[in-house]
């Protein structure tokens, strides 16, 4: 008699206790909603759905310039000569609008082992220092690589095979570390505005196994 009860009873502790973490941790990327007020909110929803369109068609084209030279190759022994160079340019794209992405999510890997120890008080401000401090690395590091981009725009270099200049393949750089830094500004906002701990504008603290584990 006793299983069944825990059965019935693991999903009602589920559902109210942590539910609203468990949903916003876990849901789908598609659902994403910014919580920014105005015409800040609209802004930020676009360039979620912009950044989510980018991420989904560089993979694709990826594959299908994978798959493509591959068939070249071995199929009509010709392969594709600029594939090399598409590729590298979609790598570029989806790692630096891939890190914004990530941080609008909160999916970055967090080394929690220290930070879980710590009462509420003390993980919110540590919370915010993390937030704070990656941003001003994420800022740094747009700095220098906008610094980069306008070297590589004097020289006026172009690909062997595209014949397109190089600035073009590396301009998401300063791009995606600058969103990502203004993503986790906010973040660190966003905790400092709020009763909870936020992983991002949007996404609360909290992992899927713990009502399992308090079950």
Known sequence: MTDPERQTEAPEIEDSALGPTVAEDDAPPSSYKSDLPGPLGMVDNAIARI??????AGVLLMAL?????VVGRFGFGQSIQATEEINRVLIILITFAGISYAARHGRHIRMTAFFD???PPPRKVLMIFIALFTAAVMFALAWYS????TTSLSRGRVLPSLQ????WTVVWVPVGFFMTGLQYLLTAIKNMLEKDIYLSTNVLEGYSDESEQEV
């Open 51 to 56: 950044e989510a369109i980018l991420l989904a």
């Open 65 to 69: 310039n994978t798959v493509a030279n």
């Open 117 to 119: 120890l710590l009462p």
């Open 146 to 149: 906008w610094g980069y981009l």
């Open 164 to 167: 397109i200049p190089v600035w």
